[in-house]
Each structure stands twice: as structure tokens, then as C-alpha cells.
């Protein structure tokens, strides 16, 4: 038996993320933060973020997605640099708080990186002299924060539609992202499929043409262009002929030059 009453109520978060651009994530991250993450990934605005953070991820889904697989010094795809990078970016920050509690905030630690990549290869310096994170290292640091999010694996994309990244509403949300992408993509098969059962039906009834003319026995006084068009007017010499070179028909004999 439990000897220990629960708490009349709900202790306040312990940890806290200290996220990009002032984002504070307090207690576990939510799918908000999530949601924040596919923004960056998506991102037409930030373009070199964007790709370096889908690069990350591709790595990452490709591993299983296997996060120690992913890390493992057996796995080339990631450059050495980056790998110490997440495996040193964090820290731990003791934070008293206006009640008797603490709290730690996990943030990241850029002077212990300085120390082991070095300042260059981390930050890069713009005309007015201040440091900047580049692209690189902020999707790194971006996608340390990721891995901690316990909707991390709800991740799905790109999209098979539209190219973009998004949180699964349910688990076999694994193609599009959304209705209107997969009804799209939907209807683009089906007129594809239409276009290509018309385009068969049409070399059948053209094949059968073109057999029928090689076998008239009186083709003298007669052009297989112009008899053609008056047995089908739907199918054009243009289409006989491009279909002939290519191999696809059969070719006309030749009749009489009009």
C-alpha cells in the first residue's frame, strides 16, 4: 500500500526548453512546438535553415527512425562535426523561481562548442560586427530540441503533393499532408489514368486503321492520309506518323502521291 498521499494539487512544470527566438517551452514540449518546428522546415523565407533542418530529418527518418543509429560513428551521412555538435550543444540550468521551487532549463551551451568546433564554425559575423548563429548550427541546435519532444515521432513528410512537412493527425497519415493534397493528388491519377486509357483506345482503333489500309488491294489513286480522315476523323495523320516513328504503329504502305 501506498503510504504517501498524492499532491491536493498539480505541481508546476520542472523543466523548461529555451527554445529559438525567445520560445520558451515550459514542461515537456506539445505539439505546438512541433507544429513550430515544421515552420522551419517549410520555411521559404530561410531557405538555407530549411534545408540543412531536412537534411537532418531525412537522416533521422531514414535511421528508423533510430536515434543511436542515427548518431552512430558507423553512420557517414552525418559529418563528425555535426555529430558533436548534438552531443555537446546542451546544458542544464538551475532557475529559482519565485515560489520555494526550481526549475532547470535546458538551453544551449555555445561556449562549450566554441571550445571543441570552435567560435568559426558556429557563429558568423555580419558587417555591424554581431554574432549570428549560422544556418547549420541553428538547425542543429533546432533539431537537439526536436529529439526531446515527445511528439517527435509524429512527425511525417514531405508531402507527396505539396513537398512540405506536417504533424500526423492520426497514424496512417503517411502520404499527404493534408484532404486537399490527397484529393488532388487523387484527382491528377485519375486524369492521368483517363488520358492514358483514351490515348490506348485510340492506337487500337488507329492500329486497326493502318491494317486494314496495308491490306486493300486497290490503293492506286488513293492516299492513305486522306483515307484516313475519312474513316476516322478523330485520329489525325500527325498522330499516325509521330507514332510510326516512334515505333509504336505499324507504317502505311504508300499509295499514290496526290
Not at 28 to 36: G, N, S, Y
Not at 119 to 125: A, L
Request: aromatic share 8%.
Amino acid at each position: 500500500m501506498n503510504r504517501f498521499k498524492q499532491p491536493s494539487a498539480r505541481f508546476n512544470p520542472t523543466v523548461a526548453f529555451a527554445l529559438g527566438e525567445g520560445w520558451v517551452a515550459v514542461g515537456e514540449q506539445t505539439k505546438e512546438d512541433l507544429e513550430r518546428f515544421c515552420q522551419l522546415l517549410n520555411s521559404t523565407g530561410r531557405p538555407e535553415l530549411s534545408q540543412h533542418l531536412r537534411e537532418l530529418v531525412k537522416v533521422w527518418q531514414d535511421s528508423g527512425p533510430n536515434l543511436n543509429e542515427m548518431m552512430s560513428a558507423a553512420n557517414n551521412r552525418l559529418h563528425p562535426d555535426a555529430i558533436e555538435y548534438l552531443e555537446n550543444q546542451f546544458t542544464v540550468f538551475w532557475n529559482p523561481t519565485s515560489a520555494g521551487r526550481a526549475r532547470l532549463i535546458v538551453m544551449p551551451d555555445y561556449e562549450r562548442l566554441e571550445k571543441r568546433i570552435g567560435r568559426k564554425r558556429i557563429f558568423t559575423e555580419k558587417s555591424d560586427r554581431k554574432q549570428v548563429l549560422k544556418p547549420e548550427a541553428e538547425a542543429l541546435r533546432e533539431f537537439g530540441f526536436f529529439t526531446l519532444n515527445p511528439h517527435c515521432e509524429e512527425l511525417a513528410g514531405p508531402c507527396a503533393r505539396c513537398g512540405n512537412y506536417y504533424v500526423k493527425k492520426r497514424a496512417s497519415q503517411k502520404v499527404y499532408c493534408s484532404r486537399s493534397c490527397g484529393n488532388a493528388a487523387t484527382a491528377v491519377v485519375r486524369t492521368a489514368a483517363k488520358v492514358k486509357a483514351e490515348r490506348d483506345e485510340k492506337m487500337v482503333r488507329a492500329k486497326a486503321l493502318i491494317r486494314k489500309w496495308n491490306a486493300l488491294k486497290g490503293r492506286s489513286g488513293l492516299v492513305w492520309k486522306v483515307w484516313l480522315r475519312k474513316q476516322e476523323p478523330s485520329i489525325t495523320d500527325k498522330f499516325v506518323t509521330r507514332r510510326v516513328n516512334t515505333g509504336e504503329l505499324p507504317e502505311p504502305k504508300a499509295g499514290r502521291k496526290p
